[in-house]
T-cell receptor, first 113, second 116 residues
Framework: DAKTTQPPSMDCAEGRAANLPCNHS???????VYWYRQIHSQGPQYIIH???NNETNEMASLIITEDRKSSTLILPHATLRDTAVYYC??????????????FGRGTQLTVWP | DVKVTQSSRYLVKRTGEKVFLECVQD?????MFWYRQDPGLGLRLIYF???????EKGDIPEGYSVSREKKERFSLILESASTNQTSMYLC???????????????FGQGTRLTVV
């Protein structure tokens, strides 16, 4: 049960904003949304996470809808090095100790010159 | 610089062999995870551990076992390797879920295992 749905692929011109959508319609009130990316032949890398407020860091912005059923990851100025598979993940915590990540199949983002 | 280290990048084993995949983290994290990644299937959780000597099954534990004798080390064991266990194996660690604000998971580089 992946808990998230993403388009299998997207592309974006270098320098433009890349907007990656994700549906998580069955998310529960205390489950976080995480985004990771995986560049070919490397392990996944953390990008950003949020619960219900929009979040921004040096890598990206995360916009979560008010009903929390979907979110969008925004890379404001995509570069060729942003070409990767992007995973939208729901994190489930049991009690106070565990952070299990449910990975979907991800979106292959290709940034072209 | 935080680090999750997997003992091998590439491994080739024969059918029926007992295979050990080792993972070590230097961040004093309580949680550790083993995933396998296959084309078109994304990452699937095999086993995870939230403390020394504690383990829980993930989504696809059949054919695997794990060992966590020390906090920094989490081993994945293929008791009798089969060709359908040819895959990329990824180890990850993270701090506890609710107790800290930033609870991202850190991944190793992966071990590409081929069973022939």
């Amino acid at each position: 049960d992946a808990k998230t749905t993403q388009p299998p692929s997207m592309d974006c011109a270098e320098g433009r904003a890349a907007n990656l959508p994700c549906n998580h319609s069955t998310i529960s009130g205390n489950e976080y949304v995480y985004w990771y990316r995986q560049i070919h032949s490397q392990g996944p890398q953390y990008i950003i996470h949020g619960l219900k407020n929009n979040e921004t860091n040096e890598m990206a912005s995360l916009i979560i809808t008010e009903d929390r059923k979907s979110s969008t990851l925004i890379l404001p100025h995509a570069t060729l090095r942003d070409t990767a598979v992007y995973y939208c993940i729901v994190r489930v915590d049991r009690g106070s100790t565990l952070g299990r990540l449910y990975f979907g199949r991800g979106t292959q983002l290709t940034v072209w010159p | 610089d935080v680090k999750v280290t997997q003992s091998s990048r590439y491994l080739v084993k024969r059918t029926g062999e007992k295979v050990f995949l080792e993972c070590v983290q230097d961040m004093d994290h309580e949680n550790m995870f083993w995933y396998r990644q296959d084309p078109g299937l994304g990452l699937r959780l095999i086993y995870f551990s939230y403390d020394v000597k504690m383990k829980e099954k993930g989504d696809i534990p059949e054919g695997y076992s794990v060992s966590r004798e020390k906090k920094e080390r989490f081993s994945l064991i293929l008791e009798s390797a089969s060709t359908n266990q040819t895959s990329m194996y990824l180890c990850a660690s993270s701090p506890p879920g609710i107790l800290r604000i930033n609870t991202e998971a850190f991944f190793g580089q992966g071990t590409r295992l081929t069973v022939v």
